[in-house]
C-alpha cells in the first residue's frame, strides 16, 4: 500500500515539474511572424473569373506591408472599377503578425453597362491597374482578366417568322336594322315628337285661358274694378284716373262716402300719385270686401 502512494505520489510530481517546464519555456520563447518579402506587396483578385451580365461579383485588393520598411498608418489605395459598377462600400480588414501588417478591402460589383458585353461570346474585361502608395512607396497592380457573358444567347438573336397570320381587310359589316330604315323610323319619331309637344303646348295655354276666364267670371263688378286699379298702379296717370272713375261709379251704390273719395283723387291736381292709388284701393277693400 506504501508502495503504491509513492508511485502516484512520484508520478503526480513529475507531472507538475513537466507542465512548469513547459510554461517557463513557452514564455520566453519568442513569437515568430511572417517575414515579409518585399516592404510593399498588391494583388488584386476576383472571386471568379466568369460572371454573366449583371451577377454579383466580389473584387479584392491585398495590400502586404513591412511595418518596418513603410509607415502603414499612411497606406492609401486608388482603384476603379469601370466600367463595373460599385453596388456598396468597401469594407476594410486589417490583420498583423509579426512584421507583416495586410490590409484587405472588398468591394461588390456588377457589370450593368453596355461596355460589358461583346458583339459575339463573352466579353473579356480588363480593368485599370491599382495603385497602392505607402508613404514615399508606389506599387500597381494588375487586375486578372474578367468574362462576362451576356443573358442572350446567338439563336436568341436569330430571325425567326412567328406562327401568326394577318388579315387587314375589314370583316363584313352586320346590322340587326338597316341605316336607312333606322333613318326613317327616327325621323318618324322625331315628327310625332314634335307634334305631341305642340300639341301639349297648345293645352297648356288652353288650360291657362279657361281657369282665367272662370277666375274673371266670379268676380263681381267691384272685384273687377279692385282689380283694374291695381294694375293701373303701373301705368300712367291717365289710366289711373279711368280706373278711380270706374271705382267710384261702383261704389256710389254701396258706399258715398268712399265714391266721393275715389271721384276726388280721379280728378285732383295734380294727377294722383302710385301712392295714394293704392292707399285707398286698400281702404276700399277692407271697408267694402272685409279684406
Known sequence: MRVLSRVVLGTLAIAAAAVAIVLVVAGRAPVHGVTPTAPVTVRALFDRATVGFGDRVNTEVVVLLDRR??????VRVEESLTPLQQLGPPRVTRTTRGRLVTLTYDVPAACLDDRCLAQ????RLRLPSVRVKAGTAIVDAKWPILDVRGRVTASDLGPANPPLRADV???PVRYPISPSTLANLLELAAAVLAAAGIALAGRQVWMLQRARRRHEARLSDLERALAFAREAEARPPADRRRALGLLARLLARRDNRLAGAARDLAWSEPAPTTDALSE???RVEREVNGR
Do not use: C
Open 69 to 74: 520598411a513603410v509607415d502603414t498608418s499612411r
Open 120 to 123: 459575339r461570346g463573352p466579353k
Open 169 to 171: 381587310a375589314p370583316p
Open 280 to 282: 285707398l284701393v286698400t
